[in-house]
C-alpha cells in the first residue's frame, strides 16, 4: 500500500533513517509551581515559584512558554509573547490559579485550543484566544477564593471580558520545511468591531542547561550557538526590532520591562544574549488579520527564504499532508463529526507531549541533602531517578508532569497514530533510570512513592495487539523486554501491597481518590486496614495480562510456559481471595474494613471500585493455547490438586466471577439511575445521592453522596473527584472488558440496556452503546451545543464552536467538562472509541478477535 507524506516520515523517524521527531511542541505551558522547581524548606512547590515570579526568575530544569517547541532535549526554546497595550505584564505564559487559590484547586483560566498536530510534528495548529481589555489577574484569584467548594469556579468567560467579540484569536502554526528547518506562521484576526493595536514578540532562547547557549545578531538572523546542538539560524521575516537579554534571574523580564514600561536599559547594550525577541506591533482592523513568520534552520537565511509565499506554500502543503494522514488513519465508516472530534483528541495529545528533565539526586544535594539518607523530604526515596525525556503528559498547565497509570493509558491512544512512541512510553517507566530497584514504578512527580494503579501490562499488550494487527508482526523483543520488567514490578506489588499473604491487595490510593468512605493513602481511623476490591481486581487483571504476554513469548522461547502456569495460579488464588469481597445480596463488589480485633466489614459504597472486577476479564488467543496445550493440563491438575482454588472460567475466557455475578454487577452498571449517565459510566453511582453512605468512628461520621460535579470533600486534594463525574480511563477498561467478555459468551448472552428498558444487547452492544455516549460529550447536539460545555452560550459563536475542550473528567448527569480544562491525556481516549466501533460488527470480533478492531 502507498504510503501519504506523513506515514513516510513515520517510517524514516521509526528506522532511524531521519529523526522527524529531534523538534516537536515540548514546551510546558507551566514549570512553575512544580516539584523540580521547588527549593523551599517546606516543599511549599506553588508558593516557592509562582506565576507572578516566573516572568523574572530562572527556571532550574526546563521551561515554559506558549505555543512552545523545542529540541528533544529542550536547548533552544521557540515560544510566543502578547501584549495587547492594556495588560500590566507581558504575556509570556498562561495564567492560573495554584491549588490554595483556587475553590476546587489549581486551574488554568485562558482560553486556548489544540486544534491540529501530526506524530512527528510536520504541521501543528493552535488557537488562543487573547482579551482586547485588560486581562482580570487579580479579580480571578479574589472571586475563585471567595468561594466554597459547593459554588462554580469564576472562570474568564464570566468576567465578561469577551463581550463585543473584543479579543484576538492568535492562531500559531508550525511546519516542517525538513527535519531541521521549521516554519512557525501566526495569524492574528481581530474579532472586535474596532481596530486594535497587538505586539506580537516571537521569542527564541536557551535553556541555562551548563552549556553556554548564545544568541547574536548575524544580519537578518539571529545565529543561535550551542556546544551540543551546533549552530542554528532563527529569522523573523521582515526588517522587526530584535531584543536581546539573558535567561537569568532579574533579566528575563527585560522584553516587558522595555516595552511596557519603556525601559530601553533592561534589554542587552549589544546584539547578543541567550534569549531574543523580535518585536512586531501591528493595528489590526475591525475583523481584519495580519501575519507573522518566523524560521529556524541549520543554515543561514538565504534571499529566497524571506519570501512570504514560498513559506505560506510549504506550510499549506504541511496542513493538506496532515488531511491526508488523518483520512488514511480513520476507518471509512467514521463520520464527519466524528473524525473532528477524534482528530482534535490526537493533537492535544501531541501538543502534550514535553520535555521532562528531573535529576533527583542532584536536586536532593542542591537542598544540602545526602541523597542516600533523605527522609523527610519528598522524593527523597528516589534519588536513582534522572528523567531526561519527551513524555506525554496528562495536560500541559494543571498537570505539566507524568502519572503512571494515565501514561499507560496515553499509550494505547498513542498506539493509533504512533506506535514506536507508544511503545517508548512503556519502555521508560520501566526503565532503570525511573523503575525503583525494589520493582515500583513511580506514581508522579508530587510523590514517586505513591501507588498508581498496575495498568502497564494491560497497555504493553493491547499496543502489541495493535501492532501485530496493523503490520502483521508482533514485535516480540519488545514484549520481552517489557516483560522481564513487569516481573519485577509484580513482584513489588505481592510482597508490598498484600498485608496478609492472602492474595487480597490494599494498594491505597490506587488513582480512585476520594471516591470511598476514608483517605486510602492513610492509616484507617479504626485502626486496621482495608482490603481493596479495586485493589485486588488490578492484579487480578495484572495476573491476566502477564499470562497473555507470557503465552505469546513462549511462542519462540517454551521456557515462558513455566512463567504463564505460575501467574495462571496465582490468578486463581486472588480469585479465591477476592469472594470475601462479594456481598450477595446486593450483588456487588465491596471494600473489606479489616478492623483490629480480626473482625471485618464490608463498606456498602456502590462505586467504580466494586465495577473494577469486571476489568479482570480476558479472552485467550485460541492459537496460542492450541499451540502449547500442556497449559491447559497443567492448569486443570493444579485445580484438582487444590480444593480451596476457585476461578470462573468460560471457554478461553479468564474472569473473577461467573455468568450470574455478571448479570447481577451489570444490572447496576447499565442502570441509568446508578451507574449508566447519559454520557458514560459514572464513578458512584447514583443511587447515593438519595442514600448517602454513612460511617461513625467515635464522634466522626465519614459520608459518602452521589456529587455529579465537584466533590464537596477535599480528601484527596483540592481537585480531587470520582464521586459522580465520568471518567475515561476506567470506561476504557469497561469497554475492553466488554469486548472480551462477548467473546467469550457470545451473541446467545444478553442484557436489559438500558437497564428497565426491555431493551436487549449483547456485550459487544452494549460496549458500543457505552462507546458512544461517551463520544456523545463532544459532538455537537441538535442545537448545535456539545454537551461537554455545560450550556456556555458563546461556544455556538461562530469562531468558538469548531473548537474542543477534552477535559478531566465530566458531570456525571449533563456532561460538562470540569476539572483540568486540556487533559487530553487519557480523554485522548475518545479519538479510540468511535474509530474502534466504526464498520465493526460483533461477527468480525467473535471471528477474529480483538485483531478484527485494529485489522481495517
Known amino acids: 500500500m502507498t504510503m501519504n507524506a506523513e506515514q513516510g516520515r513515520l517510517r524514516d523517524a521509526d528506522t532511524g533513517a531521519v529523526d522527524w521527531r529531534r523538534w516537536g511542541p515540548y514546551l510546558s505551558e507551566r514549570q512553575w509551581g512544580t516539584v523540580r522547581e521547588d527549593y523551599s524548606p517546606g516543599g511549599d512547590a506553588w508558593d516557592y515559584l509562582s506565576h507572578d515570579q516566573a516572568r523574572s526568575r530562572a527556571y532550574r530544569w526546563g521551561e515554559d512558554g506558549i505555543a512552545g517547541f523545542s529540541d528533544d532535549r529542550q536547548r533552544l526554546c521557540l515560544a510566543l509573547a502578547l501584549w ?167 533579566r528575563k523580564e527585560a522584553f516587558g520591562r522595555w516595552l511596557i514600561h519603556g525601559e530601553k536599559e533592561a534589554v542587552n547594550s549589544g546584539d547578543a544574549g541567550s534569549k531574543a525577541a523580535a518585536v512586531v506591533s501591528v493595528a489590526v482592523a475591525a475583523h481584519g488579520s495580519h501575519r507573522v513568520r518566523v524560521r529556524l534552520a541549520d543554515r543561514p537565511p ?13 506550510v499549506d502543503a504541511r496542513r493538506e499532508e496532515a488531511d491526508e494522514f488523518y483520512r488514511d488513519l480513520f476507518a ?7 473524525r473532528q472530534v477524534a482528530r482534535q483528541a490526537l493533537a492535544g495529545m501531541i501538543w502534550s507531549k514535553q ?56 499509550a494505547v491512544a498513542f498506539g493509533a497514530v504512533d506506535l ?47 501492532e501485530e494487527a496493523r503490520t502483521g508482526q508482533g514485535d516480540h523483543d519488545w514484549l520481552e523486554r517489557v516483560f522481564h520488567k513487569l516481573a519485577k514490578n509484580f513482584t513489588w506489588w505481592v510482597n508490598r501491597k498484600d498485608v496478609d499473604g492472602r492474595n487480597v491487595f490494599q494498594g491505597g490510593f490506587l488513582g480512585l481518590d476520594n471516591i470511598g468512605v476514608f483517605d486510602r493513602s492513610a492509616p484507617m481511623p479504626t485502626g486496621g486496614h482495608l482490603d481493596q476490591a479495586d485493589g485486588t481486581a488490578w492484579m487480578a487483571l495484572y495476573c491476566q495480562n502477564m499470562v497473555q504476554i507470557a503465552l505469546e513469548l513462549a511462542v519462540h522461547d517454551p521456557v515462558y510456559l513455566e512463567q504463564a502456569q505460575d501467574y495462571f495460579e496465582h490468578f486463581v488464588w486472588i480469585a479465591a481471595g477476592s469472594g470475601a469481597m462479594w456481598d450477595e445480596e446486593d450483588g456487588f463488589y465491596y471494600d473489606l474494613l479489616r478492623l483490629p480485633d480480626g473482625s471485618s466489614r464490608r463498606l456498602p459504597v456502590r462505586s467504580m471500585v466494586g465495577l473494577l472486577p469486571l476489568a479482570a476479564a480476558t479472552v485467550y488467543d485460541p492459537a496460542l493455547i492450541s499451540r502449547h496445550p500442556e497449559v491447559i493440563s497443567e492448569a486443570k491438575a493444579f ?8 476461578m470462573y472460567g468460560h471457554g478461553r475466557l479468564l474472569a473473577l466471577f461467573d455468568a450470574d455475578r455478571l448479570r447481577r454487577i451489570l444490572a447496576r452498571m447499565l442502570d441509568e439511575e446508578e451507574f449508566l449517565s447519559p454520557y458514560g459510566i459514572r464513578s458512584l453511582s447514583k443511587f447515593h445521592a438519595a442514600h448517602p453512605f454513612e460511617f461513625r468512628v467515635g464522634d ?133 472509541f468511535p474509530n474502534l466501533f466504526a464498520g465493526l460488527t460483533g461477527a468480525d470480533l467473535r471471528e477474529r478477535g480483538m485483531s478484527a478492531v485494529f485489522r481495517r
Request: with cysteine.
Open 355 to 410: 520535555y521532562f528533565g528531573y535529576d533527583v539526586e542532584q536536586w536532593l544535594i542542591e537542598h544540602g541533602r545526602n541523597p542516600l539518607d533523605a527522609p523527610g523530604i519528598r522524593n527523597g526515596g528516589w534519588f536513582h531517578l534522572d528523567a531526561h525525556d519527551i513524555i506525554s503528559m496528562p495536560d500541559t498547565w494543571e498537570y505539566p508532569w507524568f502519572a503512571a497509570w494515565d501514561l499507560a493509558f496515553h
Open 420 to 466: 514506536a512512541f507508544a511503545k517508548g512510553q512503556l519502555d521508560l517507566l520501566l526503565s532503570r533510570r525511573y523503575l525503583h530497584p525494589n520493582g515500583q514504578i513511580p506514581a508522579y512527580e508530587w510523590n514517586f512513592g505513591d501507588v498508581n494503579p498496575p495498568v502497564h501490562a494491560w497497555a504493553a499488550y493491547l499496543v502489541h495487539e495493535l
Open 84 to 250: 495587547n497595550g492594556k495588560d500590566p505584564i507581558l504575556k509570556e505564559r498562561f495564567f492560573g490559579l495554584t491549588n490554595a487559590e483556587g475553590n476546587h484547586g489549581e486551574d488554568v483560566k485562558e482560553y486556548y485550543f489544540y486544534v491540529d498536530a501530526t506524530p512527528t510534528h510536520s504541521y501543528l495548529r493552535m488557537v488562543y484566544k487573547y482579551p482586547q481589555r485588560e486581562f482580570p489577574y487579580a479579580g480571578l484569584v479574589a472571586a475563585n477564593r471567595a468561594r466554597g467548594r459547593d459554588e462554580f469556579e469564576y472562570e474568564l468567560l464570566d468576567t465578561g471580558i469577551f463581550a463585543e467579540d473584543r479579543y484576538f484569536d492568535v492562531v500559531v502554526e508550525y511546519a516542517k520545511a525538513g527535519p531541521e528547518e521549521i516554519l512557525s506562521r501566526i495569524t492574528v484576526h481581530n474579532r472586535g468591531p474596532e481596530e486594535a493595536v497587538l505586539h506580537v514578540l516571537p521569542t527564541v532562547w536557551f535553556r541555562d542547561d551548563g552549556a553556554g547557549g548564545r544568541l547574536r545578531s548575524e544580519g537578518p538572523a539571529v545565529r543561535a550557538e550551542h556546544e551540543g546542538l551546533g549552530n542554528r539560524w532563527w529569522t523573523c521575516l521582515g526588517d522587526e526590532t530584535v531584543l536581546f537579554t539573558e535567561n537569568t534571574d532579574g
Open 700 to 832: 466522626q461520621v465519614y459520608r459518602v453522596s452521589y456529587q455529579p460535579a465537584e466533590s464537596d470533600t477535599a480528601m484527596f486534594g483540592g481537585n480531587s473527584n470520582w464521586r459522580g463525574p465520568v471518567w475515561f480511563p476506567v470506561n476504557a477498561l469497561m469497554i475492553r472488558a466488554l469486548l472480551n467478555l462477548y467473546v467469550g459468551y457470545g451473541d446467545e448472552f444478553t442484557v436489559e440496556c438500558p437497564t428497565g428498558s426491555g431493551v436487549r444487547m449483547t456485550l459487544f452492544e452494549v460496549a458500543r452503546e457505552i462507546s458512544d455516549r461517551l463520544t456523545r460529550l463532544f459532538l455537537p447536539g441538535p442545537d448545535g451545543r456539545r454537551p461537554c460545555y455545560g450550556g456556555q452560550e458563546i461556544f455556538t459563536g461562530e469562531h468558538w464552536r469548531e473548537l474542543i475542550l477534552f477535559s478531566e473528567y465530566f458531570h456525571g448527569d449533563n456532561g460538562a467538562g470540569l476539572g483540568a480544562a486540556h487533559q487530553t491525556g487519557w480523554t485522548g481516549l475518545v479519538a479510540v
Open 302 to 314: 538565504a534571499a529566497a527564504d524571506r519570501d512570504d509565499s514560498a513559506f505560506d506554500k510549504i
Open 639 to 646: 485445580l484438582e490438586r487444590h480444593e480451596t482454588a476457585h
Open 332 to 338: 471509512p465508516a467514521l463520520g464527519q463529526a466524528e
